[in-house]
């Protein structure tokens, strides 16, 4: 089936500093994959989709120089979120679909997560 | 825009019983709608998959089914275990003509199975 990797698993990062999250997609391509966030005892948020070769599209509220996303190759996007603070702290995961057309059978396929703490 | 409602938010009952997880979405066109299971600090494993076009899918002791016109989706847990205990998640996603759509979820319905 589908597997989308996703790392690192947590990551604690001084205030100031940019953190690298990495998805990739195993066992098929994903010309879309998606980031989405998830506060404390809240639903996930979609923040943006990451389209290969093109521009991430951002969700209203999600700030794009903040939450910098590149999807240069068919298995791999990444989240760098720059100049981290406190309140950037939450649980980050990215979710792909096999097939990429319309009209796929499959699901989407969620990577494990990434825990950011912010200190 | 796509509101996602789950209902209860929490739930705790005895093994053995069958249970029934209730989601309802505002706007009926949708393209397909997704049962997932989040265990705490865990990502997101996929339980059953609905299509717009579809009534209901079954695995195992799970049964989804999907009243798109209404609005409403149910997830029946038969036979429940304590291994069952997790927050379950529900999603739809849009038809969009440029291609895939993300997920709006629900809150989800955190779900105690008592041994």
């Known amino acids: 089936g589908a597997v989308v990797s996703q790392h690192p698993s947590w990551v604690i990062c001084k205030s100031g500093t940019s953190v690298k999250i990495e998805c990739r997609s195993l066992d098929f391509q994903a010309t879309t994959m998606f980031w989405y966030r998830q506060f404390p005892k809240q639903s996930l948020m979609l923040m943006a989709t990451s389209n290969e070769g093109s521009k991430a599209t951002y969700e209203q509220g999600v700030e794009k120089d903040k939450f910098l996303i590149n999807h240069a190759s068919l298995t791999l996007s990444t989240l760098t979120v720059t100049s981290a603070h406190p309140e950037d702290s939450s649980f980050y995961i990215c979710?792909?679909?096999?097939?990429?057309?319309?009209?796929?059978?499959?699901?989407?396929?969620f990577g494990s997560g990434t825990r950011l703490t912010v200190v | 825009k796509q509101e996602v409602t789950q209902i209860p938010a929490a739930l705790s009952v005895p093994e053995g019983e069958n249970l029934v997880l209730n989601c309802s979405f505002t706007?009926?066109?949708?393209?397909?709608l997704q049962w997932f299971r989040q265990d705490p600090g865990k990502g997101l494993t996929s339980l059953l998959l609905i299509q717009s076009s579809q009534r209901e899918q079954t695995s195992g002791r799970l049964n989804a089914s999907l009243d798109k016109s209404s609005g409403r989706s149910t997830l029946y847990i038969a036979a429940s275990q304590p291994g069952d205990s997790a927050t379950y998640l529900c999603?739809?996603?849009?038809?969009?003509?440029?291609?895939?759509?993300?997920?709006?979820f629900g809150k989800g319905t955190h779900l105690i199975i008592q041994p």
């Open positions: 706007d009926s066109a949708i393209y397909n």
């Open positions: 999603a739809v996603s849009m038809y969009s003509g440029g291609g895939a759509d993300g997920l709006t």
């Open positions: 979710s792909a679909r096999a097939g990429g057309r319309i009209d796929s059978n499959y699901g989407y396929t």
